[in-house]
T-cell receptor
């Protein structure tokens, strides 16, 4: 199975500051997709951003951007100008290529707390 | 558009009891998934169905069975519940197929299961 590692179980950030959530992955494949999800305390899973392994530019969606370093096998999520509503669990996930492309593998998550 | 719906929202079982978790999607998606979420472990894939009529094991299939009843519905059955199956269960769907590799999964609201 592919391995996704999120090394920060919990993080704090001051409101209006930027924060980076780490995600590394282990795969020998060259073609894959990386996703980030947000899970607020209410429990639903919210899709944030996608990065394809062959995308030349880092993905951005509003205040979310992905710092993708393929050689280092990392896909860190950057949240700019943090807001109180950003307090949540954040999950990194990978969709592998080949015959396993229907599977998604998730990291263990990072709990982000935004302080006022 | 309801998206992905799950029933029940919450269930308490005694060890050895059986139950079926129901999931339905109205997005005409081909692929459907069952995950369990445990503290500190992220989401782990139990079973998935790449298309109507097919099912495959994920990372943690032991103790579970699934049925892809039709294109809309994908149920998860616990034949003899154990305390280790206490978890939050998420159903998800995705268009499926190689033409939709960049497409995210869409999640249901989750089912909280407590096995005593």
């Amino acid at each position: 199975a592919q391995k996704i590692t999120q090394t920060q179980p919990g993080m704090f950030v001051q409101e209006k500051e930027a924060v980076t959530l780490d995600c590394t992955y282990d795969t020998s494949d060259q073609s894959y997709g990386l996703f980030w999800y947000k899970q607020p305390s209410s429990g639903e899973m919210i899709f944030l951003i996608y990065q394809g392994s062959y995308d030349e530019q880092n993905a951005t969606e509003g205040r979310y951007s992905l710092n993708f370093q393929k050689a280092r096998k990392s896909a860190n999520l950057v949240i700019s100008a943090s807001q109180l509503g950003d307090s949540a669990m954040y999950f990194c996930a990978m969709r592998p290529p080949g015959d396993n492309f229907n599977k998604f593998y998730f990291g263990s998550g990072t709990k982000l707390n935004v302080k006022p | 558009n309801a998206g992905v719906t799950q029933t029940p929202k919450f269930q308490v079982l005694k060890t050895g009891q059986s139950m079926t978790l129901q999931c339905a999607q109205d997005m005409n998606h081909n692929s459907m998934y069952w995950y369990r979420q445990d503290p500190g472990m992220g989401l782990r894939l139990i079973y998935y169905s790449a298309s109507e009529g097919t099912t495959d094991k994920g990372e943690v299939p032991n103790g579970y069975n699934v049925s892809r009843l039709n294109k809309r519905e994908f149920s998860l059955r616990l034949e003899s519940a154990a305390p280790s199956q206490t978890s939050v269960y998420f159903c998800a769907s995705n268009p499926g197929g190689r033409a939709f590799l960049t497409e995210t999964q869409y999640f249901g609201p989750g089912t909280r299961l407590l096995v005593l």
